[in-house]
């Protein structure tokens, strides 16, 4: 952990030649669990950004965690909160998967919902002003009733923000190679489908595909990736947007402390047809949707962009026929219902 923290704290230093003239207003502590971090150590981190980008008043400062690294008793849980705070931090992103233990038990989390609950007190006595809650559905045996249990039990808690997201495994993972009874794609429909309902009728708006929020309190950070707007990551595997190019840092740990540093002499800029794409697909994981206007920026050649933009329509049309899909004006832009965010995949594939 030390010479991890060194290397990262190095290569926030040495990220002037990147950064110059930028200022930061989201920070994200995530791809992992931070919380096994010492909270002096985020404190250090968050300095170091603010040295070498500033950061700028009322920035989002958010860190992802999970339920059990704070368990134990209520001392020590208000504790690292009280710390985190302390450090900067003004949002938590809670990893509670689920309100039943059982479930937690299958997907190998080490918490249980006891931990969520005294972890959910912790951060709102700790002075931390937004909190968000995770939640996984289409789970081994899961059934309809067990899914709406957890997101009424998530409700209840009252966050400013809610994930929820479709159980999805990697090869490498050992519950791929388990033999267990998943939902059918009907039922996990209907699973999206009452989420978003229960999460509207409790005031929180959907903003993207899995993701939800009072007003005023999206994730901000977050909101750069869809839109792609610049952001700089740090540490193994961390994924960077600079100016229209893309690199990342060497994904192994150790090859990464050992000197893999930012890569950014590998950065790929990408043509505007590959941006176009990307843009589209981006664009659609929000209830904004595409825009016209944006797309011809990337395009560039009008021409080309009259093209793609009839097509576009063409077969925004047809899944607008069928609900899944709402056209705003041909001049405008289209964006998916609710029910065309769960088939989403291939209507923004026939759009491509």
């Not at 096994?36 to 992802?64: F, M, N, Q, W």
Request: aromatic fraction near 10%; charge should be negative; hydrophobic fraction near 35%.
């Amino acid at each position: 952990m030390p010479e991890y923290i060194d290397k990262l704290l190095n290569d926030i230093a040495e990220s002037g030649d990147i950064t110059y003239g930028y200022e930061a207003d989201t920070v994200y502590f995530g791809g992992g669990t931070p919380s096994l971090i010492d909270p002096g150590d985020i404190y250090r981190i968050i300095s170091a950004i603010d040295k070498s980008v500033h950061i700028s008043p009322g920035a989002e400062i958010t860190s992802e965690a999970n339920p059990v690294v704070a368990s134990g008793d209520g001392d020590r849980i208000k504790k690292y909160f009280d710390s985190l705070s302390a450090a900067g931090v003004n949002r938590v992103s809670l990893g509670m998967q689920s309100a039943s233990d059982s479930e937690l038990e299958t997907l190998g989390r080490l918490h249980r919902n006891t931990d969520t609950l005294r972890a959910v007190q912790a951060v709102r006595s700790s002075g931390i002003k937004e909190l968000s809650l995770d939640l996984m559905y289409a789970l081994p045996y899961q059934t309809l009733e067990r899914w709406m249990n957890s997101v009424n039990a998530a409700l209840g808690m009252h966050p400013e923000h809610l994930s929820m997201y479709a159980l999805t495994l990697s090869d490498s993972v050992p519950m791929a190679s388990a033999k267990y009874d998943y939902p059918s794609d009907d039922i996990q429909r209907e699973m999206y489908l009452s989420a978003v309902k229960a999460a509207g009728d409790a005031g929180l708006t959907q903003y993207e595909i899995s993701n939800f929020a009072q007003p005023g309190h999206e994730n901000r950070h977050n909101l750069k990736y869809w839109r792609r707007d610049d952001y700089l990551g740090f540490g193994p595997g961390a994924h960077s947007f600079m100016n229209g190019s893309r690199f990342h840092a060497e994904p192994d740990i150790r090859g990464y402390i050992n000197g893999g540093g930012q890569r950014i002499y590998d950065a790929v800029s990408m043509k505007p047809s590959e941006a176009a794409e990307e843009y589209i697909m981006l664009s659609l994981r929000t209830t904004e949707g595409l825009k016209f206007e944006k797309l011809a920026e990337i395009i560039c050649d009008r021409a080309e962009f009259e093209e793609k933009r009839i097509r576009i329509l063409l077969s925004a049309k047809k899944f607008a026929s069928l609900g899944l899909c709402a056209v705003c004006s041909a001049e405008d832009g289209i964006s998916f219902t609710p029910e065309g965010f769960f088939v989403s995949n291939s209507m923004i594939a026939e759009l491509i």
